[in-house]
């Protein structure tokens, strides 16, 4: 059982950083997978960035590669994900998903998910 709770997110500028956090609760965090995805509005759920169980690999998607880094702090069981250089295509909620051990980019093989933070970004 895993409880995940995102914070960070903002309104800012176009070229500008955010650094986004997803705070665990439950005792098998360190054997789970850890993800970010997003979601703007009419749009279907997409993988942004992804950490596998023994934080030994990482996966971002093609859009963010270069500008976002997904990061883990296993003993405050905490994920990161810090974006620099956004760009208003980058708008959209931020959810943090979590599944056991391997990292993969469908939304709903994920088990576990946070309730989102507002990213905005602004020309």
């Known amino acids: 059982q895993v409880q995940l709770v995102e914070s960070g997110g903002g309104l800012v500028q176009a070229g500008g950083r955010l650094r986004l956090s997803c705070a665990a609760s439950?005792?098998?965090?360190?054997?789970?997978?850890m993800a970010w995805f997003r979601q703007a509005p009419g749009k279907e759920r997409e993988f942004v960035a992804g950490?596998?169980?023994?934080?030994?690999?990482?996966l971002y998607a093609d859009s963010v590669k270069g500008r976002f880094t997904i990061s883990t702090d296993n003993a405050k069981n905490t994920v990161y994900l810090q974006m620099n250089s956004l760009r208003p295509e980058d708008t959209a909620v931020y959810y943090c998903?979590?599944?056991?051990?391997?990292?993969?980019?469908?939304?709903?093989?994920?088990?576990?998910w946070g309730q989102g933070t507002q990213v905005t970004v602004s020309s």
């Open positions: 998903a979590a599944r056991e051990m391997v990292v993969v980019i469908v939304a709903i093989l994920y088990d576990y």
């Open positions: 439950g005792r098998t965090f360190s054997t789970y997978a």
């Open positions: 950490i596998n169980w023994d934080r030994s690999d990482s």
